[in-house]
């Protein structure tokens, strides 16, 4: 996004008047540099998004069937907390290997070779929901404070700079691709399964997708479906934790 001088001056003044209520009103310190950060987290996620649009194919699926896959998606994005301060959006690329990925901001990709890989709306709403929770427990805003800093993150919103957006939208992506970490990836099974039982699917059809995967993947013969599995923890100990969980209150 490129702001002007004026633009700038305007954004300046907005945050000097900010910064002076958020002094004089401690109580509401917390909700302004809250409101700093989700500005933020969206123009990161728009950039990273972007970022990903050039560098894969972007499919567009015939209208019916478009349509049934954001039916699934949204009754997920529903179940999820930040479903009111982000607008969701689900993106097909086109590409083999059966994965889906999260970027900042609730820009979720799907690979073709997912959807041709599952065998119910349940087992696609298991994979989705555990790509949404990345979103809900803000794990790409995490790992990308860790890499470079909230002050540096923030310095860079302040100035407006939509080089340096780029820039980190473009980090935001390669963090996506290295995987959030063991504890985030367990966290976003959880929250995932959780959204998924909300939305009326079962858990077991997320079981029987991890199952099928790792029966297939025998000797890891299948780099396709291998991938899914280069970044995230261990597989049998994910499906151990998913069964272990409580189930999800019907409402
Ligand atoms: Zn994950």
């Known amino acids: 996004m490129k702001v002007g001088y004026r633009g700038k001056l305007i954004l300046l003044c907005c945050f000097l008047t900010f910064l002076a209520l958020a002094v004089s009103l401690p109580g509401n310190t917390a909700s302004f540099f809250a409101d700093l950060e989700l500005n933020l987290e969206k123009q990161i996620g728009r950039s990273s998004y972007e970022s990903i649009c050039t560098q894969m194919k972007v499919v567009d699926l015939p209208e019916a069937e478009m349509e049934r896959l954001n039916d699934i998606f949204n009754r997920l994005v529903k179940a999820c907390s930040r479903r009111k301060e982000l607008q969701f ?30 065998q119910s709306d349940g087992e696609l709403a298991g994979v989705l929901a555990h790509e949404i929770a990345h979103v809900d427990r803000k794990h790409g805003m995490s790992a990308l404070k860790r890499q470079l800093g909230m002050a540096l993150l923030l310095q860079i919103l302040l100035k407006d700079a939509s080089e340096q957006i780029t820039k980190i939208g473009n980090i935001a992506v390669n963090l996506t691709q290295l995987g959030y970490g063991r504890e985030a990836e367990y966290e976003a099974d959880r929250y995932g399964v959780y959204f998924m039982e909300r939305a ?28 899914l599995f280069s970044t995230h923890p261990p597989t049998s100990e994910r499906i151990k934790r998913i069964k272990a969980l409580p189930l999800t209150p019907t409402q």
């Open 89 to 118: 959006k689900l993106t097909v690329v086109e590409e083999d290997s059966v994965n889906a990925f999260a970027l900042p901001a609730g820009y979720i990709f799907v690979h073709t070779g997912l959807l041709s890989y599952v």
């Open 200 to 227: 009326g699917y079962s858990r077991t059809e997320f079981l029987s997708f991890w199952n099928r995967l790792v029966e297939e993947s025998g000797g890891g013969e299948n780099p396709a479906i291998l991938q």
